[in-house]
């Protein structure tokens, strides 16, 4: 018998084992670590699996990790969990395997895992404490309640009467930043006691950070940045910091983090939410260390939490508007924040790439609803059911469409190439190959699209034939490839005609000192320094964005010694 839910209260989330020899040992493994959070179901029979899974869609009561047997009752455990699918999209999907069946078990499962036919397999408990075991089942769980499947913390408060682009704006900055966030009507409890305080003519919409009764309307991402973090003024008027790393993404953290371990006063300044372009992907699974893969925003928070606890500090939400080089106190240069300043010894550029704007007037003007530029994970709740289309070829684009896939009744990529092989990593064009609710359309472009008030349909053509086809459309991601976000920068430092930064030998020859070009990772300026995907040859990469960021760090060492003397 299923657990009753109290009224007013939301749902337990369900674990589902399936299985024969093993299942009991399984249940007995996850009930005694989970059974208080999660209801722990293990149907017998195939019917009996439909039957419970059709009660559990009809209650609306989510699954958040359906666990199968190896081979459970003589058919392939990841064709089972494919069968059952379409009762739980957004579940995880474990292969447990007895300890005797493991070694023969695990070139098939590697193979399974590559295509995106499940989450994860692990080796049943041979004794108590596995904690190896735990830590995955763990970590499985935290994912699936923060890629916006489920949540029981209220968190912040929204006050927002319906979409719009600052509530998709700040809801994107709240969830990568890993704040936990729920929107409530104007006419709700919540709504009815904010507006009381703040008054019924506030502009929406209106947040209520948690256990506080202080109210922000409509606030900017410099706004959010200072709840968490603070301002520029904070930094104080005469301070000078040995490092300013002006962007968030991986260059910029990993940076932060060596240079700051390494005892140098290291400033993170980025105009948006920590973590930059990567911090938006669902899902990294080829980053060394992380063999069950990781999301960029869960990457971005533990890299930020490793550089805060070396003592680097952070400016987050507030915009780099210019760069005075040598302005500042003994030569340093100053990094300008609109009205304010913050200085800097050396300077490291790590703004990355912003992702290019489609050019269709009425997209643009549906921002916000329904039209999206990346931020597939914070708005993946609003897609249940629908038909949605991802624009791109790369990483990003197939991150967000496996991702998304897991809440959309479809998801529907559309490149520009004739496939995917020269832009996308070969493990994610499996994944999307073998992922029944993502379909490719190549050589295809979106030229028009509209609705009330919402993203409603789409015009595609077909670039071979030239024909035009309208189709209904509920979500559009555009994830269309790299463009520089360096404006903010004073011509002394060199760029290329797309207006990358340049580096090392990269340089103009000109500018060269002694005939020698500058270090690897040096710009045409003493002092500025260029890492990840902002500079001109790099990778695009997070791994090798990470290299270059901590690369950096002995040129900075070497700088301050250069002026020191």
């Not at 029979?45 to 989510?62: A, K, Y």
């Not at 999907?93 to 695990?106: E, I, S, T």
């Not at 897609?383 to 897991?406: D, E, M, P, T, Y």
């Not at 030998?505 to 690897?520: I, K, L, V």
Request: charged share 20%; glycine share 12%.
């Amino acid at each position: 018998m299923m657990r009753v839910t109290p009224p007013g209260t939301r749902p337990t989330p369900v674990i589902l084992v399936l299985g024969s020899d093993f299942r009991q040992a399984m249940v007995d493994v996850l009930t005694q670590r989970y059974g208080r959070e999660y209801e722990i179901l293990a149907p017998s029979s195939m019917e009996e699996t439909i039957e419970v899974l059709t009660e559990l869609r009809t209650g609306q009561r989510p699954v958040a990790l359906a666990a199968c047997e190896f081979f459970a009752g003589g058919e392939k455990a990841t064709h089972l969990l494919a069968k059952l699918q379409k009762f739980m999209p957004s579940a995880r999907r474990l292969v447990y395997v007895p300890a005797q069946r493991f070694r023969g078990a695990v070139r098939q499962l590697h193979e399974s895992l590559a295509e995106g036919r499940l989450d994860l397999y692990l080796m049943l408990p041979q004794g108590p404490r596995d904690e190896e075991f735990h830590t995955a089942i763990a970590e499985t769980l935290s994912d699936w309640a923060q890629s916006g499947s489920y949540s029981e913390i209220d968190g912040t408060r929204i006050i927002a009467d319906g979409p719009s682009p600052d509530l998709a704006r700040i809801r994107d900055f709240l969830d990568r930043m890993g704040l936990p966030n729920t929107v409530h009507a104007p006419d709700s409890p919540a709504g009815v006691a904010a507006l009381a305080v703040a008054g019924p003519d506030t502009p929406l919409p209106l947040l209520q950070a948690p256990n506080d009764d202080s109210l922000l309307s409509n606030p900017s991402n410099a706004d959010l940045g200072a709840v968490l973090y603070g301002r520029p003024t904070d930094i104080g008027e005469d301070a000078v910091c040995d490092l300013v790393v002006v962007g968030a993404g991986p260059a910029g953290l990993a940076a932060a983090v060596y240079a700051a371990s390494e005892g140098l006063d290291t400033l993170v300044i980025d105009q948006g939410p920590i973590g930059g372009q990567a911090g938006t992907s669902s899902m990294i699974r080829n980053y060394l260390g992380f063999p069950r893969g990781i999301s960029g925003m869960r990457l971005a928070q533990r890299a930020r939490s490793q550089a805060v606890r070396f003592g680097a500090r952070f400016l987050a939400g507030q915009e780099v508007t210019g760069l005075r080089l040598g302005g500042g106190p003994e030569g340093s240069h100053v990094i300008e924040l609109g009205e304010e300043t913050v200085r800097g010894r050396s300077v490291l550029i790590a703004t990355g790439v912003d992702y290019r704007r489609l050019g269709v007037e009425a997209l643009e003007g549906l921002v916000g609803r329904g039209v999206n530029y990346g931020a597939a994970v914070s708005t993946s709740r609003e897609v249940k059911h629908k038909r949605v289309f991802v624009v791109g070829g790369g990483n990003s684009a197939g991150q967000a469409a496996v991702h998304l896939s897991r809440f959309a009744q479809h998801v529907t990529m559309l490149v520009r190439r004739g496939d995917l092989a020269s832009s996308m990593s070969s493990y994610l064009i499996r994944e999307i190959e073998g992922n029944p609710r993502v379909t490719v359309r190549p050589r295809t472009m979106v030229t028009d699209g509209g609705g009330e008030g919402h993203l409603e349909w789409l015009n595609l053509r077909d670039l071979d034939s030239g024909d035009d086809e309208r189709v209904d459309a509920a979500g559009l991601y555009l994830l269309l490839g790299a463009q520089p976000t360096c404006q903010w920068l004073p011509t002394d430092v060199a760029r290329d005609e797309r207006g990358f930064v340049l580096s090392g030998a990269d340089t103009p020859w000109q500018s060269w000192q002694g005939g020698r070009p500058p270090a690897p990772y040096a710009t045409t300026v003493p002092g500025v320094f260029v890492a990840g995907d902002i500079r001109c040859g790099s990778m695009k990469r997070v791994a090798s964005a990470s290299g270059e960021g901590a690369g950096v760090v002995p040129l900075v060492h070497a700088h301050l010694a250069s002026v020191a003397n």
